[in-house]
């Protein structure tokens, strides 16, 4: 079984930042992908950001304003995000997987004032 705690959440300013952690409680370097998704309240959950292989894959909303990467010899995957918006409010959840398993942590809350 495999653990994932995210932490970094909060209540931040438009236009400012945050940083998002995800710390697996195995050995990262096994997880092909590792990734960031997003559920806002009455919306389905979204991917925000994933990374494979050190190849990255964003969303269209947040592409040029949030950077994901990984640190296996951390076991940890990593999201800044910039120039935050109130759209950006959701619940964070980290997401690594294993084969054909996905692990899900059990998600931090971002919320942006406007």
């Known amino acids: 079984q495999v653990q994932l705690v995210e932490s970094g959440g909060g209540l931040v300013q438009a236009g400012g930042s945050a940083r998002l952690s995800c710390a697996a409680s195995?050995?990262?370097?096994?997880?092909?992908?590792m990734g960031w998704y997003r559920q806002a309240p009455g919306k389905q959950r979204e991917l925000v950001a994933s990374?494979?292989?050190?190849?990255?894959n964003y969303s269209d909303s947040v592409k040029g304003r949030f950077t994901i990467s990984r640190d296996d010899a951390k076991n940890s995957v990593y999201l800044q995000m910039n120039s935050l918006k109130p759209e950006d409010t959701a619940v964070y959840y980290c997401?690594?997987?294993?084969?054909?398993?996905?692990?899900w942590g059990q998600g931090t809350q971002v919320t942006v004032s406007s």
């Open positions: 195995r050995s990262s370097f096994f997880f092909r992908t």
């Open positions: 997401l690594a997987n294993l084969g054909t398993l996905n692990y």
């Open positions: 990374i494979t292989a050190g190849t990255t």
